[in-house]
């Protein structure tokens, strides 16, 4: 038997910034798969939007595979029932 696979829960923090993809909306997103959480940020505006429970499959499918159009993404998994947008930034 393998022995269980622990998560470093003294991790702070496992954000990871996917930028320069083809949208026509989005500038930049900021995924934390560890705390379910995307940071998203729209060209013209200086205004960040966190979204949370965003299933942690999706967060690394979005850093592992470039072809992925990060307006797509928005509103493939950011616009789900169970993701929440909770908070909003005005500077990074």
Known sequence: AHPPLLINYFMSDYRIVVADRSSDCVSTIVVDPV???ADVGFKNNDTIYRYVN???VECFRLIHHDDISLGKWVNKVCKRPDVRCIKQYFDY
Request: hydrophobic fraction near 15%.
């Open 54 to 56: 965003v299933p942690t």
């Open 35 to 37: 705390y379910q959480t």
